[in-house]
Structure formats: structure tokens, C-alpha cells
């Protein structure tokens, strides 16, 4: 097939064509139907009117929870991206040492990452009021309180997923480098900064690059454990949006707006994260 392909390019122009039609409806189209309506106000797509960028001045000058929700995504994605990558790979190393049940070990750390978002925000919400209430406190009662906790539920959910990749990367460091460090004289420390977080690298930045992105992409966990309260003090990025399109009488605009400059930042944050680890991967 590969070789009829290659002499016949237009069979390869007909087996793309069905997936090239199924991206450009599901996905180019809306994003750039997406793009017009952030400079239009609107209700629905019929009575679209074209504003220029009053949406987008709207966002900075009358609106101040996108910025708070900005900072409190920005604090959170750094947080939780440094934490779930030391964990899971302080995880993934103990689980690549020779002592038996290691594969049950990394089952039970992935097994989180196969709930949902909604579900995992009710049980985190159950387990940590209950926590709380004993000192007559909520989660909604201060955004500190929502803050942690949603921390606390990321890392539980990401840890696992993470800890996989991190496995594949160092199983894939012949054990002859370790070796030859030691005969060498280097202590375990030289050998874990010397040889194995370089060529571990790879796996490091797919990790950062998935945790920051799911740190700021943070919706379902959000909305159910916190809701943004109080007083929008918890809300994250996605979860603003989506208040503002849905829940605000002719912001639909506005909200919009927000999320052609949400997926902007992502995207530049992404894009800056993955040139910078990927810059430090050996050769």
C-alpha cells in the first residue's frame, strides 16, 4: 500500500480527503467563525453586529474577575505543573527499581486519571468540606481554601498519567551509563542529575507541556468542587468564560472575546514551554 501511495499520490490525496472535510467542518470553520463573533455583539448567529474591538477593551476595562481568574490560573499552572512533575517522577523512578508489584503500583497511581472531571470534583468536594467543616469551614468559604484544594485534586488526578511517561523515559536509559558512572565514582545524586534527567528530558517536556496546558485548561474539576466561589475569588480561566457567555445578558461578545485571548495564551505559553525544555535535550 505504501509503495502504490508513493507512485500515485492521488491515492493519497482520496484517503486524506474524508479527514481533511471532517477537520475543516469540525474544527477550522468554527474557530474562525469564532474569531468574527468576538468582534461582533450578538445573541445568536443571525443578529451578529459587528463592534470592532469594544469586546476586547470591555474585557480590561469592565470586567475585573478575567483578571483576577488571569492570575489565579497563571499562580495555579505553575504550582500544580512543578508539583505533579516532581511527584510523578520521584514516583516513576521507585517504580523502575527490581522489587515485585510494580505494575500494580503503577496501575493504582494511573487508575485517577481515568475518572472524569465532575465526578472527581464531587468526591474531592465531599472528602475536603468534610475536612474543613470540623473547623467550621467550607471551600467556598475563602479562595485560598478553593485554591489548595484544587491543587490538591489536580495533582491526584495527574500524578498517575504523568508517572507513565516518566517510566517509558527512564526504561529507555541503558543501564550501561548508570553503570559506568558508578564504576567511575559517581554518587547517586551525580548520576541522577548527570545522566538520567538528561536523557530524560523528552519525557519532561511532554509532561510540562501536558501539565501546564491542563492547568490552564482547568473547567469540570473547577465548576463542580468550587463553582469560583466566593464571589468568584476560586474562578480559573475556563470557568470564567464560560459564566460570561452563559450567564451574563448580552456579554455573549465579551465572552467570546475572552476565549480567542485564552487560547492565544495557552498556545504562546505552550509554544514558549516546549522550545525551552526541548532546548535542554541531550543529543
Known amino acids: 500500500m505504501e509503495k502504490i501511495m508513493k507512485k500515485n499520490p492521488a491515492y493519497f490525496a482520496l484517503f486524506a480527503l474524508p479527514t481533511l472535510i471532517a477537520f475543516m467542518i469540525g474544527f477550522v470553520v468554527p474557530f474562525g467563525m469564532g474569531i468574527y463573533l468576538s468582534f461582533c455583539d450578538f445573541n445568536t448567529m443571525d443578529d ?24 489565579f490560573t497563571a499562580l495555579f499552572a505553575v504550582i500544580s505543573t512543578v508539583a505533579i512533575n516532581v511527584i510523578a517522577f520521584l514516583v516513576a523512578v521507585l517504580l523502575t527499581k527490581n522489587f515485585g508489584g510494580t505494575n500494580i503500583f503503577r496501575t493504582v497511581f494511573f487508575m485517577p486519571n481515568l475518572l472524569g472531571g465532575v465526578l472527581l470534583g464531587t468526591i474531592w468536594k465531599i472528602l475536603l468540606n468534610g475536612v474543613l467543616l470540623s473547623f467550621k469551614q467550607t471551600l467556598t468559604t475563602n479562595g485560598v481554601y478553593g485554591f489548595v484544594g484544587l491543587l490538591i485534586l489536580m ?22 551509563l548508570k553503570e559506568a558512572a558508578r564504576i567511575d565514582g559517581a554518587s547517586s545524586f551525580k548520576v541522577l542529575t548527570k545522566i538520567t534527567i538528561p536523557l530524560v528530558m523528552p519525557s519532561i517536556s511532554m509532561c510540562t507541556f501536558l501539565s501546564i496546558t491542563n492547568g490552564f485548561k482547568l473547567f469540570d474539576q473547577n465548576l463542580t468542587l468550587t463553582g469560583g466561589e466566593p464571589m468568584h475569588k476560586s474562578e480559573m480561566l475556563a470557568l470564567n468564560i464560560y459564566n460570561t457567555f452563559y450567564n451574563r ?35
Do not use: C, R
Not at 451578529?48 to 492570575?71: C, K, L, P, Q, R
Not at 488526578?157 to 550501561?176: F, R
Not at 514558549?272 to 525544555?277: G, P, S
Open 249 to 283: 445578558v448580552g456579554w455573549k461578545g465579551v465572552g467570546q472575546a475572552k476565549a480567542v485571548l485564552f487560547f492565544l495564551l495557552v498556545g504562546v505559553i505552550a509554544i514558549i514551554q516546549l522550545k525551552a525544555t526541548q532546548s535542554k535535550e541531550a543529543d
Open 48 to 71: 451578529a453586529e459587528f463592534v470592532g474591538v469594544a469586546n476586547y477593551m470591555e474585557i480590561f476595562s469592565g470586567d475585573e474577575t478575567f483578571v483576577h481568574s488571569f492570575w
Open 155 to 176: 495533582i491526584w488526578q495527574q500524578v498517575g498519567y504523568m508517572m507513565i511517561i516518566y517510566v517509558a523515559g527512564l526504561q529507555g536509559i541503558p543501564d550501561e
